[in-house]
């Protein structure tokens, strides 16, 4: 097999920069096709003209087969698939959009059924690696009239690059808290394939960074599966720098991987780990799992196949993150009571949950067969196991504190 090589510097070519009274940040620099920014664990803040600051792990370098113009074949042979559509874009989605600079022409006519086939390759590889861990999802992209929706954005940027592109959709009002923005961006760089926007956070919670948005997935010119799911991934949160095989820069070390290559972070020791194919997530061990085994990684932590994220569509039976907030309904609750009384869908039992209140909220959870009540666990913070095999119904009780959010999560 062809190897598979990937080259990216940390740091990154940096730019320098005039004396500055206040640098905002130590190590204040910018960095090339990046913009603006400042060095943090795992990667970057890059700082935008409106204040905002977005989370990367810096540009990404082209496949060296695609660099060369060599042909695609390290490209993950899959069977390409329809995302779930999304009408409604007060929705958690995926938008797609087409970007071009004003000096360049508009090649939308072009490029929108490349872009089609892009989203529907790569939702095939993110559906089958759900199947082979005992799941079935999809991506939720938005659509218009049952057909995933492109919105064709013209730039007025003088080159790629990602603060001013990502500031440019900005201005374009394309800020929403419920969107991914994954754009195909037409010209290419000379070194970098694309660059996305990240998190730091490894919390199993609905309430993770990773979900929610605005956040921003680039890719620059090529025809690759490979960079449009890459720059995604790291939108859904991976790779953290705390995963088994991480690189310490937002990517991992076992190839074939849609997330791994040598990108010289701290902890970089890239090897080859998964032959036979091109996997999203080799061995299922750092970004992504229907159903991880309990005391895995990921079974207590951020995990792009969990019924957690909100833009995967989950067909397997229901069994999604219940979530409530019981303080909305009463100003005062007694210890004890009884504040949601939960089916518990057939496909879920003997699965691992996480019960979690947020803030002063603290909740025990009950199990049911019918009226028989088979165990109750005490919880403070988060509570893990396993959703008895008998169960149909669970009951969320305060136990202390005030009654307020909560989540009750099964995978």
């Not at 694309?194 to 680039?218: E, K, V």
């Not at 028989?372 to 396993?386: I, N, V």
Request: hydrophobic share 35%; net charge negative.
């Amino acid at each position: 097999m062809t190897g598979l090589v990937f080259v990216l510097l940390l740091s990154g070519p940096a730019i320098s920069l005039a004396p500055a009274e206040t640098p905002p940040c130590p190590g204040f620099t910018v960095v090339e096709a990046q913009g603006p920014s400042c060095p943090v664990d795992g990667g970057w803040e890059v700082l935008l003209p409106d204040g905002s600051r977005f989370s990367t792990h810096g540009p990404d370098a082209i496949p060296v087969d695609l660099a060369l113009d060599s042909d695609t074949s390290l490209e993950t042979p899959l069977t390409a698939r329809d995302p779930v559509c999304v009408e409604l874009p007060t929705e958690p989605h995926i938008q797609v959009l087409y970007a071009y600079q004003i000096r360049t022409p508009d090649r939308s006519a072009e490029r929108l059924p490349m872009i089609q086939d892009l989203v529907r390759k790569a939702n095939g590889i993110f559906h089958d690696e759900g199947v082979r861990t005992g799941g079935d999802m999809d991506l939720r992209v938005r659509c218009s009239d049952g057909e995933v929706h492109i919105e064709t954005v013209p730039l007025a940027v003088r080159e790629i690059d990602f603060t001013q592109i990502t500031t440019e959709l900005r201005a374009h009002g394309y800020t929403l808290r419920d969107a991914k923005y994954w754009v195909w961006v037409e010209g290419r760089h000379p070194t970098w394939g694309g660059q996305g926007s990240t998190t730091r956070d490894t919390r199993p919670i609905a309430g993770n960074a990773a979900n929610g948005g605005p956040m921003y997935a680039l890719t620059y010119g090529y025809d690759s599966t490979r960079i449009w799911l890459h720059e995604l991934g790291h939108n859904l949160g991976a790779v953290q720098t705390i995963t088994p095989n991480s690189t310490g820069a937002g990517h991992c070390n076992d190839g074939w991987d849609i997330m791994c290559y040598d990108d010289s972070g701290p902890k970089a020791d890239f090897r080859w780990v998964c032959t036979d194919r091109q996997w999203w997530d080799c061995n299922h061990d750092d970004y992504f799992h229907s159903r991880p085994a309990e005391g895995a990684y990921l079974w207590d932590h951020w995990n792009t196949g969990s019924g957690l994220n909100r833009f995967v569509e989950h067909h397997s039976g229901g069994c999604l993150p219940i979530q409530g907030d019981p303080g909305l309904k009463t100003d005062h609750m007694e210890a004890g009571s009884v504040v949601a009384s939960v089916d518990i869908p057939a496909p879920c039992t003997d699965r691992h949950f996480t019960l979690q209140g947020a803030g002063l909220s603290d909740y025990d959870i009950c199990w049911y067969a019918g009226t028989t009540g088979l165990s109750c666990h005490e919880a403070r913070g988060p509570d893990k196991g396993k959703v008895p095999s008998t169960a149909d119904r669970a009951e969320i009780v305060l136990k202390d504190g005030f009654a307020g959010f909560f989540t009750l999560s099964m995978n």
